[in-house]
């Protein structure tokens, strides 16, 4: 299965990196290539890793340049080592080097989140458990993010605001309670004509049967359960609804907190805490 990705929105982040970068022109390079001369040019690795982010690097070089070429040898998701090279890119050297930063930005924080989604992944990959991705992005880089957790193996969940209804504990509180959250939830979205999915965030186990007397809702969320917590809560569930944890979830826990039974973990680390991936763009002499 491919990620689907929004054409418009990626031309859209590449013409705005171009313009955050070049504006006016690259000077260094205006001043010192010739304008005609075409150079070949490597994508070297680093660091080991996943790569992610070459689909959309090629697009980069091809908005800077039609007529780039591009030779393929590492596909995204590909394992890989200090030393590899993941492609070669031949095309006009002015716009070889005003495309540089933006494919190689763009390229090491993608093939970062790849490289943390998977080790989250392994880690569980033996249990029915999916690693959810979630909101803490990058403001304007979401769809890159979400890109790379799914080029990672991990799965994306809701997009944003608009497309799945997710009650915390903020709106729990404004709402003057768990119950009247979610039937004022239900309320909207009858008059709406909606049918959104719903995840309701639960603090402790009297919100859990505050929840479970009402229901309405496709998922409920975890918070800080302590994995003993946690699989006392799934066992209460039993099936009735979708179970998710959530929280401060790290390597050291995820597996404790996997083994309890529940369906999904949602990790705010892999998009927002996670190293970039050291590449590095050579001309090739």
């Known amino acids: 299965m491919d990620f689907k990705y929004n054409q418009t929105e990626l031309d859209d982040f ?26 070949k040019a490597r994508l070297l690795v680093k660091d080991d890793g996943i790569l992610a982010g070459v689909e959309i690097a090629v697009q980069i070089f091809k908005y800077a340049d039609p ?46 989140i790849a490289t943390m989604t998977r080790e989250y992944v392994e880690v569980v990959k033996d249990l029915p458990v999916q ?6 992005t990058t403001p304007l880089f979401r769809m890159l993010q979400k890109w790379a957790v799914f080029i990672g193996g991990g799965t994306n969940y809701r997009w944003g605001l608009y497309d799945w209804i997710m009650i915390k504990d903020n709106h729990i509180d404004a709402a003057g309670g768990v119950i009247e959250a979610i039937e004022r939830v239900a309320a909207y979205q009858k008059s709406k004509g909606l049918n959104l999915n719903v995840t309701v965030e639960v603090r402790d186990l009297e919100e859990l049967h505050k929840v479970l007397s009402v229901g309405q809702v496709t998922r409920i969320m975890l918070d800080n359960f302590t994995a003993d917590l946690q699989r006392e809560a799934v066992k209460i569930i039993n099936k009735r609804f979708e179970v998710e944890a959530s ?15 529940i369906d999904f973990i ?12 050291d590449l590095s763009l050579k001309i090739v002499k």
Do not use: W
């Open 14 to 39: 590449i013409k705005r990196g171009f313009h955050e970068d070049v504006r006016e022109g690259d000077h260094t390079s205006l001043a010192c290539i010739p304008s005609d001369k075409r150079d």
């Open 67 to 112: 007529t780039a070429e591009i030779e393929l040898l590492i596909k995204d998701g590909t394992p890989v080592k200090k030393g590899d090279i993941a492609f070669y890119v031949t095309c006009n050297a002015q716009a070889l080097l005003q495309a540089e930063r933006l494919a190689l930005n763009t390229m090491q924080r993608m093939s970062g």
């Open 131 to 136: 690693i959810l991705d979630t909101r803490k």
């Open 247 to 261: 929280g401060g979830i790290t390597m050291t826990t995820l597996r404790a907190k996997a083994e309890t039974g």
């Open 266 to 277: 949602s990790i705010g680390a892999l998009t927002h805490s996670n190293p970039s991936l």
